[in-house]
């Protein structure tokens, strides 16, 4: 599509006798008071092109791709249909696949460290975190990669919306991009210098060794283990800041909706037409529809970041309470205190994304 500007282009139409030196091109000037301009394509004006929501949420999917949570299909680069080439793969969509693969090898290998010598106590406590939190980034890696290669994330992020709502998205996106990557760089120089410069015990975190198979040097694990943290933090935050920027979205469209409606009772006569009434119904629908095929995608992320950080909460708040003559260490406190945060920031984000959606549904409804 070519952008016509007036002011490089000032190519001014006769309206009497329409001629003009540009036929592919049009300006009407009437008064100095209104002009049109556009392109003129088989005597149509092509409109501008509408913001979606992908435009507005470039920030996050430009970090979720590093990271193989959302990638482009071909279909969607070619503007294809998606049903008929929603399987070809690319290279960004075999990163995603890689991805998830070596979550769940996590997984596996997280499990390996708990032992018949366990027994019910700080450390058997910190092993059940570990592992949930590693599930939890698995799944929602999981989650986002099925809803990206099946399409249904795309017919979403496809979606139109007016342009304040996509300047409004992007700022905030890109605020909350950075307070992701913030989050992520802290939390990763902490694993750092934990691992490397306090002389911590970390075998939980480089299972089986040093559990099961015991090394005289754990640096080269401890290496790997960085790598893996590091994609883990970034599923974990980038899936769960993803979702609420997308209910904030969601929860903006409904209230206009609500504005509009309410613009139209304030009349003596209180009263709207039916035209209007089927109008609203249908926004309305059409929102409500996309917020349930986007729940439909990303369910099991919402429901595992839910219940696995209600869960690990529950356990650091037990730790907390009955535990505290264990917490000597400043390591060991600051620790805690940092998984303490960063679970009520996740849990915080999910559970706030579900509220505000479902507040303005209910107020609409009302």
Not at 228 to 247: E, G, H, K, P, R
Not at 343 to 357: E, S
Request: net charge negative; glycine share 4%; proline share 3%.
């Amino acid at each position: 599509m070519t952008a016509v500007s007036p002011a490089p282009l000032n190519i001014v139409i006769d309206v009497e006798d329409g001629k003009t030196s540009d036929p592919d091109l049009l300006f009407v000037n009437n008064n100095d008071e209104k002009s049109v301009e556009g392109v003129v394509i088989d005597d149509e004006i092509v409109p501008k092109r509408k913001m979606t929501i992908a435009d507005g949420l470039h920030p996050l999917l430009a970090s979720m791709k590093l990271f193989g949570l959302y990638f482009s299909r071909r279909s969607e680069e070619a503007g294809e249909d998606l049903d008929k080439n929603s399987r070809k793969w690319n290279v960004s969509s075999i990163y995603g696949a890689v991805v998830v693969a070596l979550l769940w090898i996590n997984v596996v290998r997280m499990l390996s460290v708990f032992t018949q010598e366990d027994k019910f106590g700080m450390v058997l406590l910190n092993k059940l975190i570990t592992v949930t939190w590693a599930i939890q980034c698995a799944t929602s890696q999981t989650a986002f990669y099925a809803a990206t290669s099946s399409g249904r994330l795309a017919v979403v992020f496809r979606q139109t919306v007016d342009d304040s709502c996509a300047r409004h998205s992007r700022k905030f996106s890109a605020t909350l991009a950075v307070v992701a990557w913030s989050l992520i760089v802290l939390s990763l120089a902490c694993m750092i210098y934990v691992t490397f410069f306090a002389n911590f015990p970390s075998n939980i975190m480089i299972a089986p060794f040093q559990i099961h198979i015991i090394l005289a040097d754990s640096l080269i694990p401890d290496i790997i283990v960085q790598f893996i943290t590091f994609y883990q933090l970034s599923v974990f935050v980038f899936s769960q800041a993803m979702t609420f920027v997308l209910a904030m979205i969601f929860s903006h469209q409904f209230k206009k909706v609500t504005k509009e409606l309410e613009c139209c009772l304030d009349n003596p006569q209180r009263q709207v037409s039916e035209v209007d009434m089927e109008n609203f119904r249908q926004k309305h629908q059409k929102i409500s529809m996309t917020v349930s095929h986007l729940d439909d995608s990303l369910m099991f992320s919402n429901a595992s970041a839910f219940c696995c950080q209600l869960f690990c909460i529950i356990i650091l708040l037990y730790v907390l309470i009955f535990y505290h003559h264990l917490l000597s260490n400043p390591i060991t406190i600051a620790s805690n205190a940092f998984w303490t945060l960063e679970m009520f920031f996740g849990l915080a984000l999910t559970a706030a994304g579900g509220i505000i959606v479902h507040h303005y549904v209910s107020i609409f409804t009302l």
